[in-house]
């Protein structure tokens, strides 16, 4: 007699893997979408959505998902990156190099330590999380833009000369260390411990345990919106020469880790004093 596995607590790898998506950007050959499709499938990933493909899915599409057909059927369009990330609370993007206002950069391991982390604590108190990783366009990955939506950069250790990956092969590094780090935490043979620090000497501090969910990536913006109206109603900001204010406030409040209830508190104050 099989036991039943409570949805809100996972203890398989397919059930922890659920929980993430990766999202391309802008692809311009179908046939890739097809190979990411393949090497989703080979590490057990199931969620694929296409941001805005200059050629829909096609034929080729078909003949380079092989065994990964049904994550390709079910692929998810969307017309742009805002609607593809506004329900998930963590964001990862693929990137070969930091640009302008950069993120946390962490390795794949890393990577997907923080989001098994992410998932035990959302789960702990009965939240779904959801979690998103970009990958760009074939020919120059993500602009500066989408880099600044993630919460984190995911960097593969590559030929310094060019550590530039097409993004199939991107799409299956990641997800063979996320696999392995999932096949691990499972089994209890090597649970991540918290991330304090990594390789980069960058700290690092991941919430392990919530009172209340993770906010949105929609509500995160929300609240950058707000402060940023708050500053230009107080003269503290001119809304025609914000620069980099948008992106910088975005970073703050991802390292902050805003639950619902600091949202609803923020977005309170905010309100008042307005």
Wanted: charged letters at 20%; glycine letters at 4%.
């Amino acid at each position: 007699m099989s036991q039943s596995v409570d949805p809100m607590n996972p203890r398989s790898i397919g059930e922890y893997l659920a929980h993430l998506q990766v999202i391309m950007v802008n692809t311009t050959l179908p046939a890739n979408i097809g190979s990411a499709a393949r090497a989703m499938h080979t590490m057990g990933l199931s969620r694929l959505t296409v941001v805005d493909p200059k050629h829909p899915i096609d034929d080729t599409s078909v003949s380079h998902a092989a065994g990964g057909i049904a994550v390709l059927e079910a692929a998810s369009i969307t017309p742009t990156l805002d609607a593809a990330v506004a329900d998930c609370q963590l964001v990862f993007a693929a990137s070969s190099r930091s640009r302008h206002m950069p993120r946390p950069v962490v390795n794949p391991t890393e990577a997907a330590d923080i989001m098994l982390s992410f998932i035990d604590a959302q789960n702990a108190q009965g939240s779904t999380p959801n979690i998103a990783i970009l990958f760009g366009r074939e020919d120059r990955g993500l602009t500066n833009d989408e880099l600044a939506l993630a919460d984190y950069h995911i960097q593969i250790d590559a030929n310094p000369e060019y550590p530039v990956l097409n993004v199939a092969s991107a799409i299956q590094v990641i997800a063979s260390f996320i696999f392995a780090r999932t096949q691990a935490h499972v089994s209890h043979t090597d649970t991540p411990d918290n991330a304090d620090d990594t390789e980069s000497g960058l700290t690092m501090h991941i919430r392990q345990q919530w009172d209340e969910p993770a906010i949105t990536h929609a509500e995160q913006a929300q609240l950058v919106n707000r402060v940023i109206d708050l500053m230009v109603d107080k003269n503290l900001a001119d809304a025609g020469q914000l620069k980099s204010l948008p992106a910088r406030l975005s970073r703050l409040s991802a390292r902050l880790q805003l639950d619902k209830k600091e949202y609803q508190l923020l977005s309170a104050l905010i309100a008042k004093l307005k």
